[in-house]
Structure formats: structure tokens, C-alpha cells
């Protein structure tokens, strides 16, 4: 069996494995006809829950966007554009695509220098110019939504502290804008600009809500809806629902230390092939240098490198909970 058949055989696998993966995913009947009976009760019940809860659901529902891109429009772009913006670092799209290709071309340069193999250069090329700054792009965005998150219940209490000294919910976003620094300070800073150009407090707070696409802060920007449809008193809102952020913050912590050891062992069982090839190597580089120019040990590889990553990805899927 020659390079082509297996290459043929590996994407006919792939594409089975994507059609059954479709086939599983589809909707159900079951939740379907539950969703269905639930709208029915709370369009009829009389009980003040299911009308709180109907109002939440028509605040949701309302705050859903109505626009649609047409296919081709540059929203992969803009995606990007967007996700480096989240970052809070100021980065443009040209650096990093700069950064990204003159990773990719050096990386490919070395190995073709360094063993000779084109296909593995630019394999690898387009894998670390590719991989290595989105890896660092979504790790500067954890890093912004953690530090976001931690002093999120704070703005909220200055909010609470504001709104009960007799000051309109707009003058009390422009104190948690001067008052607190970090990403909090910084969104709630573009909120009230938005504001002051004209834009009402629910489109500010619902762009800002898109853009940064976090459950905390879309919790509060559900809050200010259903309080406006139903009334009642907002500064007590606002206190439970930082009371509400604050243990969620905790049970995802106590949820990461829960799950640090298999998340260790997942590392060090990943880990462990790149070292021991690496340490095999540097003691004897003729044993293992076949990898990079024969082709049957090259897709040989690169099955392996494809089974390793489907299973760091099931591992990761293992520890990773939702709250």
C-alpha cells in the first residue's frame, strides 16, 4: 500500500467519523415536545415563578441578535479582529498575521535545513504559524475573562452602593468606570461613552455583552431587562446577584482543584512520547532520523500524533465542567 492509498484511506476514515458524529448530533423529539409543554405552562399558569421565569425567557429571547452576515462577507475576519480585541493588549489583525507567517516560514526553514523533508516542514510550519499564537491569543484572553470575572461582583456592589444613595443607574456605570481598574473599569468605560453619543443603556450594555460573550455579565445584563419589564427594586437585584457571582466563582474553583490531578496526569501522560523521542534523539539521532524522510514511518507519525491529540482531546472533555 503506497503513500496515496493510506493518505485516501485516513480521509475516507476522517469523513466516515464526521458523518456518524452529524447523524448522533441531531435534535430531539423528547426535548422538543418538553420545550414545547413548558411554553404552553407558562403561557397559562398563574404562579408568580412561572411568570418570573417567562419574562426571563422573553428577555433572553429579545436580546437575541436579529441580523444574519451573508456567506463570504469577511465575518472570519472580523471573528479574528474580535478575539484579538478581547485580549485588551491592543494587538491588530496585520501583527498577527505577520507573526503568524513568520513563524510558520521560520519554523519550516529550519526543519528543511535542518533533515532535508519538505512535506514535514511545512507541515510543521503551518502548525506552529497556525497553532502557536492562537495558543497565546486564547490564553491572554482566559487571563482578561479570570481577572474580569474576580472583580465583576465588586462593580456590581458599587452598583448596589450607588443605586441606594439615590444616584440613576447611568451615574453609577460611570463611577464603577472610574473607580475600579482592570478589564471591569475598561468595559464599563465603553458602555458609557456609548451612552453619551446617544446610545440607549440596553444597546450599550447588549454590545458590550456580544463582544465579550461571558454568562456573568450577560446574568446582569438579563437582570437590568427583567427588572425594567417587571419592576421592583433594583439595588436588592443587583446585591443577590453578586452574592449569585461570588459562590459561582468558588464552586468553579473548588471544581479546579478537584480536577487538578487528572488534569496533571493528563499533561505528563501527553507529554511523555514528545520526551522520549526527544531524549531518544539526542543520544542517537540516526536511529530515529528515518521519521523525517521515509514516508511510510512519516505517516506513521503523523497517525500517531492524530491519535494522541484525539485522546488529550477526550481527557480534556473528562475534567472540563460546566457551571
Known sequence: MNMMQLVILGIGAA???ALMALALS????????SRRLQSVRFRHSDSAVDKVEAQYRKAVANRKPTTFK?????????????????????????QYLYTSLGLGLGVALLILIKTGALLLGLGAGVLVGAG??????????NKRKTSFVAKFPDALELLVR??????????????????????????????TDRIKVGRTMEESLQETANRLDMAEFSFFCITLAIQRETGGNLAETLANLADVLRKRAQMKLKISAMSSESK??????????????????????AYLGKFFVD????I??????????????????MVNFEI
Open 132 to 141: 502557536l499564537p492562537h495558543f497565546f491569543v486564547g490564553r491572554a484572553i
Open 295 to 298: 514516508e511510510r514511518l512519516i
Open 162 to 191: 450607588g443605586l441606594r444613595s439615590g444616584l440613576p443607574i447611568t451615574e453609577t456605570l460611570g463611577v464603577v468606570a472610574t473607580e475600579l481598574p482592570g478589564p471591569v473599569g475598561e468595559e464599563f468605560k465603553l458602555v
Open 264 to 285: 496533571a496526569s493528563a499533561y505528563i501522560v501527553g507529554s511523555l512520547p514528545f520526551i522520549v523521542f526527544a531524549l531518544i534523539y539526542s543520544i542517537n539521532p
Open 26 to 33: 441531531g435534535p430531539s423529539a423528547n426535548r422538543e415536545a
Open 15 to 17: 469523513l466516515v467519523l
Open 70 to 94: 451573508k456567506a463570504g462577507s469577511g465575518s472570519r475576519i472580523e471573528a479574528l479582529a474580535l478575539r484579538l480585541h478581547k485580549t485588551g493588549k491592543g494587538w491588530t489583525l496585520t
Open 300 to 317: 506513521a507519525g503523523l497517525g500517531g500524533l492524530t491519535w494522541l491529540g484525539i485522546g488529550a482531546w477526550i481527557m480534556a472533555q
